[in-house]
């Protein structure tokens, strides 16, 4: 029984998911991140964490890029499924939301950029934010789009949302893009 409790503990902590507002430093949410959209400048608090509009330079530059770096190289992609990916990626825009705290977010964001250069994605059709650990930004990009947890990577065709990853694979980062993508039945990791 305790082993049980200590898993569910720890995974609770471990896990990039919803925690309550109440926990996160005032000071750093308001005072310490600027309130401006950020294309060319990083915006950090105090935690180290990015927030609010980004780009992937941004996440290449260090501290981010000492994780960002290793892991786009390091990961291996499904070449086949990246083919087969590539022609429904052709007319989507994507919301991807993470945290530069958030060890998913590390694993899976550089994983995602890699799957996507493979694709020749245009990456005008991109929305990078990250989130603080309340998944949420001074400028409330997150407001009405229920981010519970990250990465969360909504996709949309003609401004409709068809589908989201969230967290981690139910197959692989590439099958589950494509089976959202592609119309096949698909529920991201935390649907029932």
Not at 57 to 74: K, R, T
Not at 138 to 147: A, S
Request: aromatic share 12%; with cysteine.
């Amino acid at each position: 029984m305790r082993k049980i409790f200590l898993f569910t503990i720890s995974s609770l902590l471990l896990s990039c998911g919803s925690i309550s507002k109440s926990t996160v430093n005032e000071q750093t949410t308001s005072k310490n991140i600027s309130k401006e959209p950020s294309t060319t400048n990083i915006q950090r608090a105090k935690a180290n964490m990015l927030v609010g509009k980004q780009t992937r330079n941004a996440l290449e530059q260090n501290p981010y890029g000492i994780w960002f770096n290793s892991n786009f190289e390091n990961y291996a992609v499904d070449t086949e499924t990246v083919k087969l990916l590539s022609p429904y990626l052709e007319d989507i825009s994507i919301k991807a939301f993470m945290g530069t705290w958030c060890s998913d977010s590390k694993r899976e964001t550089p994983n995602f950029y890699k799957i996507l250069d493979q694709a020749n994605f245009n990456y005008n059709n991109l929305e990078l934010i990250t989130v603080t650990r309340s998944k949420d930004t001074p400028e409330g990009y997150e407001k009405g789009l229920d981010i519970q947890r990250v990465p969360t990577f909504i996709f949309y065709k003609n401004g409709k949302e068809v589908g989201r990853y969230v967290e981690f694979a139910r197959e692989t980062l590439e099958k589950d893009i494509l089976a959202i993508l592609s119309g096949v039945s698909y529920k991201h990791s935390y649907e029932d």
